[in-house]
């Protein structure tokens, strides 16, 4: 690299002084990353949810962070520094550098985002986990990096969700007329089609809502709606298996990512599965501590017998999810059957009739 021209060498010393220099810069180069990873400061902005199993997972991240690099990448949750519908793209901008996002918040520009909220395609965490393992998360994953320049950490639900209502709804005819809180489109389409109203409110918004009847119920997460004390404004919960599992996502702007010593990300990556698998499978053990809260003032869990969920999911209501997913599929140049199809082929359910 310091070689110098045989017709015209350079003195000695200008090539001891060249080459102290050289080195000297080589060096700065090779320390940038480190140099940098020490005091690399990571915001990593979140929803305000309060006693939430969210809240809980993402407590764990500063730590695990700091664990995983040995304090060298830093991180702290800020839950008002961009709103819940900007979260996702505020990591895509680099106007945050994380987030604890929600694939739901995005289910209408992209519908696979929300392919778990389709009427009686995931009933439960085990199949959430199992479609996740089969091909979904990998789906998404390539969705995130190519859409919101962004890298997924983790994968996680919140608990069950649960309709806290005002009124009890325990049959197909009790949602007729009701205003409910919903959070993503593919459950309105399923709401409005049985005559309910779908109110797309945000969380903040909720309790004074339902105390001022703008709205006569939510469907929301069983252990959010009880340390939320939502029951105390709609006492009675119910279990409708209506877009039961509703994900959540760490992710981290790429650029940030690759900006991270490669050690340590790898060292990242593995604390990261770990919170994945303790959020996937630690799941029921969450659900059934805020359904026994609630029991102990005095708010039981109503679970709606299957023959009425099928009422509620029939084709003739539930089709109206699939077709905007479907249309949606089609102006984004997908095929939305092929991929419903391969979901419920991954699940081990029969094709959809339709």
């Given amino acids: 690299m310091f070689r110098s021209s045989v017709d015209n060498r350079p003195s000695r010393q200008w090539v001891r002084n060249t080459g102290l220099a050289a080195l000297i810069a080589l060096c700065g180069l090779w320390a940038t990353p ?16 309060p006693n939430s199993l969210y809240l809980k997972m993402m407590q764990q991240v500063p730590m695990r962070f700091e664990r995983a690099t040995g304090g060298k990448v830093k991180v702290s949750l800020n839950d008002s520094l961009v709103g819940g519908t900007q979260i996702t793209a505020s990591v895509r901008d680099g106007r945050v550098p994380m987030s604890g996002a929600l694939h739901t918040y995005l289910a209408g520009e992209e519908p696979r985002m929300g ?37 997924v950490l983790a994968e996680g639900a919140w608990c069950s969700q649960a309709l806290f209502s005002k009124e009890p709804i325990h049959t197909l005819e009790d949602f007729k007329g009701k205003r409910l809180r919903v959070h993503n489109p593919q459950t309105a389409a399923l709401i409005e089609a049985i005559g309910a109203k779908a109110a797309p409110l945000p969380l903040s918004e909720v309790p004074a809502a339902l105390e001022r009847g703008v709205i006569d119920g939510l469907f929301t997460s069983t252990c959010y709606g009880n340390g939320q004390e939502y029951w105390r404004l709609a006492p009675n919960v119910q279990n409708w298996k209506i877009g039961p599992i509703t994900g959540w996502v760490i992710i981290i702007n790429k650029d940030t990512w690759e900006s991270i010593p490669e050690d340590q990300r790898a060292a990242i990556r593995t604390e990261m599965k770990d919170l994945e698998h303790e959020a996937l499978y630690n799941f029921y053990s969450h659900v059934n501590t805020a359904v026994k809260q609630m029991a102990e003032n005095g708010i039981e869990l109503w679970t709606a017998p299957q023959s009425e969920v099928q009422r ?25 059957r092929a991929y419903i199809a391969r979901a419920l082929e991954a699940l081990g359910k029969p094709a959809r009739g339709e």
């Fill in 34 to 49: 480190d140099a940098r990873a020490q005091d690399l400061d990571l915001t990593m902005g979140i929803l305000p949810t």
């Fill in 312 to 336: 509620v999911t029939a084709p003739e209501y539930a089709n109206a999810s699939y077709q905007q997913f479907y249309d949606r599929a089609e102006a984004l140049g997908f095929d939305g």
């Fill in 115 to 151: 392919v778990f909220n389709l009427p009686g395609l995931v009933d439960n965490m085990a199949e959430y986990s199992y479609l996740c393992a089969s091909f979904w998360c990998d789906d998404v994953e390539k969705l995130w990096e190519d859409k919101w320049n962004s890298v």
